[in-house]
């Protein structure tokens, strides 16, 4: 696998006037004939199959075409030589058609059919009618615009049309270049470099979505686009052109000329980057299964939703998880476990980074002890790394649109997790009628409603709380002891320093003397 990007987004713009240093002022239209250029197009082969009704199988030559061309004959005997030609070879054509033709009338119809063509040739005129009439009618490989993914001869002035008429009107005319490494699109079966196959219909319906994600991010007012697809040079790409038939940019003055502001911001461009990988990979589905299993593992098992129903006895998960339990509390602000509006407690991303790791403290405890949750956030990293590593395939590693995809993604199952835990953590707490002690790190086993067999007449709530009562009065000695101290110590100091002043002043008064 080569290491340049599989896709790879350029866009430029073209301002509607012209400023004193000569820049923007181009003809639009012309760009539509720069992009369906023969050379360009050459298709090879594509995924697409070309249907055409019989009107569009009909000879070029028939009697509603030579009659609008009357003029171009030089004589009236020659327009009616071409006119009975025609009709002859129409009659014998019809005789074939039911397999009623004579050896000596097929001889016949290869001569009408000669002398016709012979007439044609002495015809220049004709010639090129007839020629501007099958351009028409000729289906442009490749091309594609908003309206349709199948663009005919015919279809080019309408476009054409739609430009100068935007540009007219004031548009900024964008140009957009989506290129691709031949090896990634082999290698994720769009392209056949032995056959030169090309899937085109997914590679018009990416660049669709593109243009869409571009009108949508800014906002583009009546917005019209056409491209097509060019093989001509050693990778594949994809020329797209787009104006606003009701121009809204927001006009400024640059070069002493007012035009509309061409610039797209840089996370448009990001997005219609996403937009194609996204489309052409098919890349939903992905998110789809890594949000189902976010979902799946955001979920705190059963194992940590049966504590404090004698699900484990005495286990070592048990008494971590308590203990995690007992540091978040006395972690939290006052009043974290209060219910909102929502039905919510405090939120995982409202907290203090020291704060959210005790909330991850008991996510790692049951990831610790609980093999199915662990497993489930396992897989869940193994999508995201699996398609981490298929962006930086698609885009490459510096211009990637997605760069914290996986960051991101993690951030949020963290948080989903962090929620998830707080919330069942105050259910506990309220169905257990604890009261909080944030100034505590206790370590008491009933704390979360688990039994404690009773040793005398007082429960395990009493005692406990009887010796957060005698541990308040014991703190509360200590500091007014330290304050008392620190106060005699403070008045002794100020007495002190009282007489040795007044025994100065005394020494002073017996010198006057």
């Not at 005919?152 to 049309?161: A, E, P, V």
Request: glycine share 6%; proline share 2%; charged share 40%.
């Amino acid at each position: 696998m080569s290491e340049r990007p599989g896709i790879i987004l350029k866009s430029k713009f073209t301002l509607p006037n012209k400023s004193k240093k000569g820049k923007g002022f181009s003809d639009f239209a012309k760009y539509a004939t720069y992009i369906a250029r023969d050379e360009a197009l050459d298709s090879e082969q594509s995924d697409e199959i070309e249907i055409q009704d019989d009107e569009y199988r009909d000879r070029l030559i028939d009697q509603s075409v030579l009659e609008k061309n009357k003029d171009s004959f030089e004589s009236e005997q020659g327009y009616d030589k071409m006119m009975g030609y025609y009709f002859r070879s129409q009659a014998l054509e019809d005789k074939k058609d039911k397999d009623d033709l004579e050896e000596k009338e097929k001889i016949e119809l290869e001569l009408l059919y000669k002398s016709q063509d012979k007439l044609l040739q002495e015809n220049t005129l004709l010639q090129k009618r007839l020629q501007r009439q099958q351009g028409d009618r000729q289906k442009i490989s490749g091309a594609f615009s908003k309206d349709t993914f199948d663009i005919y001869g015919k279809d080019l002035k309408t476009i054409r049309k739609k430009i100068r008429k935007a540009q007219k009107a004031g548009s900024v005319h964008w140009q957009h270049v989506v290129s691709f490494d031949n090896n990634f699109l082999e290698e994720k079966g769009f392209y056949d470099s032995k056959t030169g196959k090309l899937s085109e219909v997914k590679l018009k319906k990416a660049s669709k979505d593109m243009m869409e994600t571009l009108e949508k991010k800014e906002g583009l007012q009546d917005h019209y686009w056409y491209g097509a697809i060019h093989r001509n040079t050693d990778n594949i790409h994809i020329h797209l052109s787009s104006v606003e038939l009701s121009p809204s940019r927001k006009i400024q003055e640059h070069d002493g000329v007012e035009n509309p502001r061409g610039k797209l911001k840089p996370k448009t461009l990001d997005k219609m980057k996403s937009s194609f990988g996204e489309s052409l990979l098919e890349w939903a589905e992905v998110y789809k299964q890594i949000s189902n299993l976010r979902e799946q593992t955001r979920q705190l098992p059963e194992t940590y939703k049966k504590f404090g129903k004698k699900f484990f006895g005495e286990s070592e998960y048990q008494k971590e998880m308590i203990d995690s339990f007992i540091d978040l509390d006395g972690g939290l602000p006052d009043n974290w476990d209060s219910i909102n509006k929502y039905g919510n407690v405090i939120g995982y991303n409202t907290l203090s980074d020291k704060q959210k790791k005790l909330v991850d403290r008991g996510i790692e405890v049951i990831k610790k002890y609980d093999d199915d949750f662990r497993k489930r956030i396992e897989e869940w990293e193994d999508q995201l790394d699996q398609h981490h590593a298929e962006l930086i395939k698609a885009f490459g590693e510096s211009e990637n649109p997605q760069k914290d995809f996986k960051e991101n993604r993690q951030a949020d199952m963290k948080a989903r997790l962090g929620n998830a835990m707080l919330k069942e953590f105050a259910k506990k707490k309220k169905d257990n009628n604890i009261d909080k002690r944030k100034e505590y790190n206790c370590r008491l086993r009933g704390y979360f409603g688990l039994k404690v067999k009773k040793k005398t007449k007082y429960s395990s709530m009493e005692r406990y709380l009887y010796k957060l009562k005698k541990q308040d009065e014991r703190r509360a000695e200590q500091r007014l002891k330290k304050v008392v101290e620190e106060q005699k110590r403070e008045d002794l100091s100020a007495y002190e320093e009282m007489m040795k002043d007044v025994e100065q002043e005394k020494q002073q008064q017996g010198h006057e003397f």
